[in-house]
């Protein structure tokens, strides 16, 4: 965490912004609807509405022409005490529409009706072809000047400051699917510089499945749900997405990484991007330097296990999407050090044999080091979901000077696609002048008129040369900050519909990637594979994908024909003996625990000053204690009352990074099978059956567990045993915490997940 995140600071001012004078001591976790907390009887006094809560944030109040226009955010926003129409009269009535008499028909010159129904069946646009479910926040980006021999990017300077808005999506479902589903991750970045929007449009996965964007309708067809059925959504465990897959073996790498931990994110905070591309620098001297684009987060990068995202699926499809706001609504502001890999910008475009212009390829950071250049806080979560996640465009041409393109294949598609789909999505070429899309340097393009145009251009002369306009806009040159595409030599030849000899090895890069996990990280690909293959129908598919992991690694290939109950089959080429990178892997460090979740269970009967004590102390270190009882309400004891948060009914493992216990909680009285199917008294176990659940759940995915004051005493039921790894007894609340936040810093206990190779 960066010196300057005043983390615990923050996290006091919301909590005490959401706690207001209705709200009682225990309150100000994240998650709180409103600003206030409501009335119990509606109002009927009229006041103007609400402001937003402390967390929100909406887009910067800029003309449509990047012009600042002073205003207060409140000012783009609805207005006025009193119901009106679209046009501001005011409406006494919304509940019924205008009859002929009480029992109807309704009348035809009912405006309001029309309007009010006009305007609900145009509410939504089409949704992304892909990366259509995101979730996104406002922030900060403080560059280091560390980039500054390498790009003359003004927002890449010293000390620069620079607004950005950030969305991460998942690629292959619908709005409406699940966060936590294995696929790859969107990670763009909208920086709103003094020189215009630059677009970082990447991924949490470093390559990609293609070499070149024709067949990016290709790849998408294969993984989006079958055209027949529509289903599995949201999902590449299906015939389909295998079948291209193990026969454009382009593809091998990219898989691989989808099926490693890296496919199941544990939030959006403890996951990296990458821009996959190789792009170009240009500094002030004109000199150029290939560069590739990383985003590394502070807390590091940390995965769910497979059962936590099959049973986030169900239970809190919105996983993601919600640990993200609550983390910043707690003032546990994620951050990412935005960093480069640099390259010689040769003629040949290659770094130590690795062609730099194949987006199916990395270079090891053993390689090339990642030279950190900048700090992105994300800090104000959206005040409008529609207006702000769902309405921002990204472009990969959206450029600055100091950072130009290369001629990846992919890229160079890339650039002619993402204009195409604004025009589709958002219903005219204007879509820059949407709030959330505005540029923050003065706009003079010339273009005019089209959909939903909100600029009122002045002038006669919209075109170059003009006198009428007097000459204006005028030409930037190079010495009053014009965007000139660097003059790269293009290379001669006879039109082919080819790719470069160097593009053709599919195979040494995943078993690089294989090579350089630890024995818990291939047992979950090689589970993930399995699983995968295991829900394909067609034996053929299995076999082919089989022949596929021989030409990565014979180890991984035999465990998962094992698994399918094949043979395994040899490799049918020579495997190559890569040196393996260790910053591949996800373990081995140690990490910050700035906004984790702590589930601290008890009841009245439980060490309520302990657990008072406890829950001060996971605040004051930046983390979110969530108290777990048999039913809601507040737990009095003799001080201050506990609000609880969560019940044995509403708790699941998935949400916590780590479980206290302090004494042995009673039974719920909602504590039956026929009320809750968590319920099962098979083996009678002291207090409520659902316990030993949560508690079970948590240590076969690798959580720590901590109890007291006679809690050890619902361990034997849950199958734990006392003296397991990552489970510790105290005397205190605050001893216990304090092992338990020092094992959390390695993201979970590993020693519990034994391999088998």
């Known amino acids: 965490m960066s010196e300057q995140n005043p983390l615990k600071a923050a996290a006091q001012k919301i909590t005490g912004t959401l706690r207001g004078d209705d709200a009682g001591p225990q309150d100000g976790v994240p998650g709180k609807p409103a600003p206030v907390s409501p009335p119990?009887?509606?109002?009927?006094?009229?006041?103007?509405?609400?402001?937003?809560?402390?967390?929100?944030?909406?887009?910067?109040?800029?003309?449509?022409?990047?012009?600042?226009?002073?205003?207060?955010?409140?000012?783009?926003?609805?207005s006025g005490a009193y119901l009106t129409t679209a046009q501001g009269a005011r409406l006494h009535d919304t509940d019924h529409s205008l009859k002929a008499g009480p029992r109807g028909p309704v009348l035809l010159q009912d405006h309001h009706l029309r309007e009010k129904i006009m305007h609900f069946d145009h509410e939504r646009i089409p949704e992304r072809v892909v990366h259509a479910r995101g979730a996104a926040a406002h922030g900060t980006f403080r560059a280091y000047g560390t980039a500054a021999g390498v790009t003359k990017a003004a927002f890449l300077a010293e000390e620069a400051e620079t607004p950005v808005f950030v969305r991460f999506s998942t690629v292959l479902g619908s709005r409406g699917s699940a966060d936590t589903v294995r696929d790859t991750r969107g990670f763009a970045t909208k920086f709103y510089t003094e020189e215009g929007v630059f677009d970082l449009v990447g991924n949490n996965i470093p390559v990609f499945f293609i070499q070149d964007a024709i067949k990016f309708p290709d790849i998408i067809h294969a993984g989006k749900p079958h055209p027949d059925r529509e289903i599995p959504q949201a999902q590449s465990a299906h015939d389909s997405f295998w079948d291209f897959v193990t026969l454009h073996t382009e593809a091998t790498h990219h898989t691989l990484w989808n099926m490693s931990d890296r496919g199941i994110p544990r939030s959006y905070r403890t996951m990296e991007g990458f821009g996959v591309h190789t792009f170009r620098l240009v500094n002030a001297e004109g000199a150029t330097t290939l560069v590739k684009f990383h985003w590394k987060p502070k807390l590091g990068v940390h995965s769910l296990v497979w059962e936590?995202?099959?049973?986030?699926?169900?239970?809190?499809?919105?996983?993601?999407?919600?640990?993200?706001?609550?983390?910043?609504?707690?003032?546990?502001f994620p951050e990412w050090e935005l960093g480069i890999q640099t390259f010689p910008d040769t003629p040949e475009q290659t770094f130590a044999g690795i062609d730099l212009l194949d987006p199916t390829k990395i270079v090891p950071e053993e390689l090339a080091p990642v030279r950190p250049i900048g700090l992105l806080t994300l800090n104000a979560n959206p005040s409008n979901y529609f207006a702000e996640t769902e309405q921002v465009a990204f472009h990969v041409g959206h450029l600055v000077p100091g950072i130009d393109v290369t001629d990846d294949p992919l890229l160079q598609g890339r650039l002619f696609s993402y204009l195409d789909t604004q025009l589709t999505r958002l219903g005219g070429p204007n879509f820059g002048q949407l709030p959330i899309n505005r540029t923050h340097a003065p706009v003079n393009d010339m273009l005019r008129d089209g959909m939903?145009?909100?600029a009122v251009h002045r002038g006669v002369a919209p075109y170059r040369p003009n006198s009428l306009d007097g000459g204006c806009p005028f030409l930037a040159g190079a010495d009053t900050g014009a965007f000139i595409e660097v003059p790269a030599h293009v290379a001669e030849g006879r039109k082919v519909?080819?790719?470069?000899?160097?593009?053709?090895?599919?195979?040494?890069?995943?078993?690089?990637?294989?090579?350089?996990?630890?024995?818990?990280?291939?047992?979950?690909?090689?589970?993930?594979?399995?699983?995968?293959?295991?829900?394909?129908?067609?034996?053929?598919?299995?076999?082919?994908?089989?022949?596929?992991?021989?030409?990565?690694?014979?180890?991984?290939?035999?465990?998962?024909?094992?698994?399918?109950?094949?043979?395994?089959?040899?490799?049918?080429?020579?495997?190559t003996d890569p040196e393996p990178s260790p910053a591949l892997s996800q373990l081995g460090q140690t990490w910050p625990t700035d906004g984790r979740v702590i589930g601290i269970i008890t009841d009245a009967a439980g060490d309520l000053d302990g657990v008072r004590t406890v829950r001060q102390a996971v605040l004051d270190a930046g983390m979110v204690p969530l108290l777990i009882a048999p039913t809601g309400?507040?737990?009095?004891?003799?001080?201050?009352p506990l609000t609880v948060q969560r019940t044995f009914a509403t708790a699941r493992s998935i949400e916590f990074d780590a479980l206290l216990v302090a004494g042995a909680p009673a039974r719920g009285a909602d504590a039956h099978g026929a009320r809750d199917a968590k319920v099962a008294d098979t083996q009678p176990a002291p207090g409520d059956p659902r316990l030993p659940l949560?508690?079970?759940?948590?240590?076969?995915?690798g959580k720590a567990i901590g109890v007291w004051a006679g809690g050890d005493v619902v361990l034997p039921a849950a199958g734990i045993p006392s003296d397991a790894a990552g489970v510790v007894q105290g005397d205190s609340g605050s001893a216990v915490l304090e092992q338990i936040v020092r094992l959390m810093g390695s993201h979970r206990v590993w020693e519990r997940f034994p391999t088998a190779i």
Not at 49 to 64: C, I, M, N, Y
Not at 316 to 327: E, N, Y
Not at 694 to 701: D, P, T, V
Request: aromatic share 6%; net charge negative.
């Open 694 to 701: 949560l508690l079970n759940e948590a240590f076969r995915h």
């Open 633 to 640: 309400g507040k737990i009095d004891g003799e001080g201050d």
């Open 308 to 332: 936590e995202a099959q049973i986030a699926g169900g239970v809190d499809p919105d996983f993601h999407r919600r640990d993200l706001a609550d983390a910043i609504e707690a003032g546990a």
């Open 452 to 454: 939903h145009q909100t």
């Open 497 to 575: 519909r080819e790719a470069p000899a160097s593009f053709d090895d599919h195979f040494s890069q995943p078993r690089l990637f294989w090579l350089s996990m630890t024995a818990p990280e291939r047992e979950h690909i090689i589970a993930a594979y399995t699983f995968e293959l295991g829900k394909c129908y067609e034996q053929a598919i299995k076999e082919r994908a089989l022949v596929v992991l021989a030409n990565i690694d014979p180890q991984l290939c035999e465990q998962v024909a094992a698994g399918l109950g094949l043979p395994a089959p040899a490799a049918d080429r020579s495997l």
């Open 40 to 78: 119990f009887a509606e109002p009927t006094v009229p006041a103007e509405p609400l402001a937003p809560k402390a967390d929100q944030r909406g887009p910067e109040t800029v003309s449509p022409t990047g012009q600042p226009t002073g205003a207060e955010q409140a000012r783009m926003a609805q």
